[in-house]
């Protein structure tokens, strides 16, 4: 049995919508539907009456939600007591970071603040970008970065937590260089000889995105799926080793396109969406201790954002 899924069910019982709390916990409604039925397989019973609109709990349901809050509110008063014990680590701040990021913009920001901030201890925890914006609310960490865009903005209440700017990236379409320094394979492709289609895999934030540059495209895409993965990282080296198109992000192809091993694989500005890297934090006036650490950097990047 895994907390989340307990997590799952008080948000079901609060907000008495599988559409709303699959929102709310950052994952699609089957998969929020499956981690309800995984908890009630391990129940024995079930716990919601889905004959009713709008959702209401069984009666077993009823009881095992007052177990729920109990169980959540012992684990989270003892995980407080653990973090508090660490006083040899309270200098050190945890990012939580999706893979991407934490693989080809973390390390270089790092690197610039320390030559601007100072130095910076920190501990980085690569995750999915669900499970990092998790890492946020469940307070595990001291900050997130990700990325934004409009049409998949991330769920966080704005009068819970703040976000500032850290710049901007382009996901494109990349491929590798031939001898004469043109890419092996370029869109759009046609439908006689399509494209190989290197992908994100189903549910991954930038493959939302390359979805949304796919429906863009101002004409058809002839594309083959032969390969696809969660991170940009996987698709990058199937990409070197000349298996087909990947859309990445600039960050990640900086040393790349340097040494010509990689190209742009279709007109410039033609198949490419621009994000936000973005930072968040819980609000200082509702987060229960705020660092004196966290607090410096945050007011040192709001000011270098609001001077430049």
Request: hydrophobic share 40%; charged share 25%; with cysteine.
């Amino acid at each position: 049995m895994e907390t989340k899924w307990l997590e799952d069910f008080v948000s079901l019982a609060e907000t008495r919508s599988f559409s709303r709390s699959a929102q709310l916990r950052h994952v699609t409604q089957p998969a929020f539907s499956r981690r309800i039925q995984a908890l009630e397989a391990w129940v024995g019973t079930d716990l919601v009456d889905r004959s009713s609109y709008p959702t209401r709990l069984t009666p077993a349901g009823e009881t095992f939600l007052a177990q729920a809050l109990e169980i959540l509110g012992t684990l989270q008063a003892t995980r407080n007591m653990m973090r508090s014990h660490r006083s040899a680590a309270q200098d050190m701040i945890e990012f939580a970071v999706p893979h991407t990021l934490a693989f080809t913009f973390f390390p270089h920001w790092v690197m610039g603040l320390r030559k601007s901030f100072g130095a910076v201890k920190s501990r980085l925890i690569a995750l999915n970008v669900h499970d990092a914006v998790m890492r946020l609310t469940e307070g595990s960490c001291d900050l997130l970065i990700a990325y934004h865009h409009p049409s998949q903005p991330l769920q966080l209440n704005p009068d819970r937590y703040e976000m500032l700017s850290l710049g901007e990236e382009t996901l494109a379409p990349y491929a590798r260089a031939g001898a004469d320094g043109e890419p092996l394979f370029r869109l759009p492709g046609h439908a006689g000889e399509p494209v190989p289609f290197l992908g994100y895999a189903q549910g991954a934030y930038l493959g939302r995105l390359v979805d949304l540059i796919v429906k863009r495209s101002p004409q058809p895409l002839h594309l083959d799926p032969i390969y696809e993965t969660d991170m940009a990282e996987g698709l990058k080296a199937m990409a070197l080793e000349g298996h087909g198109v990947a859309f990445l992000p600039s960050s990640s192809v900086r040393k790349e396109l340097r040494a010509k091993r990689l190209v742009l694989a279709a007109d410039p500005q033609a198949y490419e969406v621009t994000m936000d890297v973005r930072i968040y934090r819980e609000r200082p006036e509702v987060a229960k201790h705020v660092r004196p650490g966290v607090q410096a950097l945050w007011e040192y990047l709001r000011e270098t954002r609001s001077s430049s």
